[in-house]
């Protein structure tokens, strides 16, 4: 079963759990974010899911995965876990606790152990599309798989961006 695909941590990590999925490959953009992405493999954009690195107040990393067509109401992310705010890693930062670069950060095999909140209408979905470690490379999977490989909290904190 070897397959031509990039070999990064992430895809590493979801075969090491034994998770099902998908490789698609598209020419990525910068700032083209998931409108590029889901365009390009013809996908609607709500089952696109990205992983942002956001910090507390305190500078404890985390992971938030959201809807492509959704943003992340921060106040109520804030609410949720108790501290006085969150705010998105600066790029670099993020780099540094996750080992992907901006744009292509997956939520799997990650370099530091984050905890990972995911929206919960996300889980409602039959498969979803995340990144895969790398740049213009995502990963469709069963939604329900998220927590084999990563310790998820569901949250409801999307906001229509």
């Known amino acids: 079963m ?8 992430a895809i590493r990590c979801l075969i090491e759990h034994g998770i099902e999925f998908d490789v ?7 700032r083209g974010g998931t409108r590029v992405s889901s365009s390009a493999l013809g996908v609607d954009e709500h089952c696109v899911i ?13 992971i938030v995965l959201m809807h492509g067509d959704n943003e992340v109401s921060v106040k109520q992310l804030a609410r949720v876990l108790g501290v006085k705010s969150v705010q998105p890693c600066d790029p670099k ?14 939520p799997f095999g990650t370099r530091k152990t ?3 909140y ?12 995340i ?24 949250v409801s904190v999307a906001t229509h961006g």
Do not use: F
Not at 135 to 154: F, K, M, Y
């Open 2 to 9: 070897k397959k031509d695909w990039p070999k990064t941590q």
């Open 24 to 30: 698609h490959q598209y020419a990525y953009e910068v």
């Open 50 to 62: 990205k992983t942002l690195i956001m910090e507390t107040d305190a500078k404890a990393p985390l």
């Open 93 to 106: 930062v993020a780099d540094r606790h996750s080992g992907y670069q901006v744009g292509g950060t997956s």
């Open 114 to 116: 984050m905890p990972v």
């Open 118 to 129: 995911v929206e919960q209408t996300i889980l409602e979905l039959d498969r979803i599309y």
């Open 131 to 154: 990144n895969g470690g790398k740049r213009g490379l995502l990963v469709s999977l069963n939604p329900c798989d998220l927590s084999r490989a990563l310790d998820i909290t569901p």
